[in-house]
Nanobody, 117 residues
């Protein structure tokens, strides 16, 4: 049973930065493409960033492109999300999981990111 444990969230002012981490109990190499998702209050969960197994191919939602950077360390079974130039609309609970909806494993508890204006 793969488990995801997200950390690194917090309260930050608009324009600030945070780095999220995701520790996966199991081989992320075997999971393939990994992703970060977020869910804001009253909204559906959305996929904001993905990274392939080798780390060379990344993709981002238009809303975060140019501000967020996803990375992974297969040896440590870790996935990261560097978030810069944060905006109030980035406020959400952030989750990591397999980077495609069809391969989703059990969700972790997520980490809360709150951006004040």
């Amino acid at each position: 049973q793969v488990q995801m444990v997200e950390s690194g969230g917090g309260l930050v002012q608009a324009g600030g930065s945070l780095r999220l981490s995701c520790a996966v109990s199991g081989s992320i190499f075997s999971l393939g493409t990994m992703g970060w998702y977020r869910q804001a209050p009253g909204k559906q969960r959305e996929l904001v960033a993905t990274i392939n197994n080798g780390g060379q191919i990344t993709s981002y939602a238009d809303s975060v492109k140019g501000r967020f950077t996803i990375s992974r360390d297969n040896a440590k079974n870790m996935v990261y999300l560097q978030m810069n130039s944060l905006k109030p609309e980035d406020t959400a609970v952030y989750y990591c999981n397999v980077g495609r909806w069809g391969g989703i494993r059990d969700w972790g508890l997520g980490t809360q990111v709150t951006v004040s204006s």
